[in-house]
């Protein structure tokens, strides 16, 4: 009959997997909050791009009309 000790259990080697492991599980929380605002930003791409081509039209028009009037002087 063998007997399996606690201390076994805890060598360098299984102490170097648990450390590899923590560190990948950190990695990958990480990873996943990136992607999530990433995701986050992707999905709120299009209003930005509503609100802001309004704004460059307006913009623009400005400046074409302010040409035309810095023109006539």
Request: charged share 10%; no cysteine; net charge neutral.
């Amino acid at each position: 009959m063998s007997h399996t000790l606690v201390e076994d259990a805890r060598t360098p080697q299984a102490q170097t997997t648990h450390a590899a492991l923590a560190v990948q599980a950190a990695l990958l929380a990480s990873l996943a909050v990136v992607l999530t605002v990433v995701g986050a930003v992707l999905a709120s791409a299009p209003v930005l791009l509503s609100a802001l081509l309004p704004l460059t039209a307006t913009v623009a028009l400005f400046l074409t009309w302010n040409a035309r009037e810095l023109s006539r002087i």
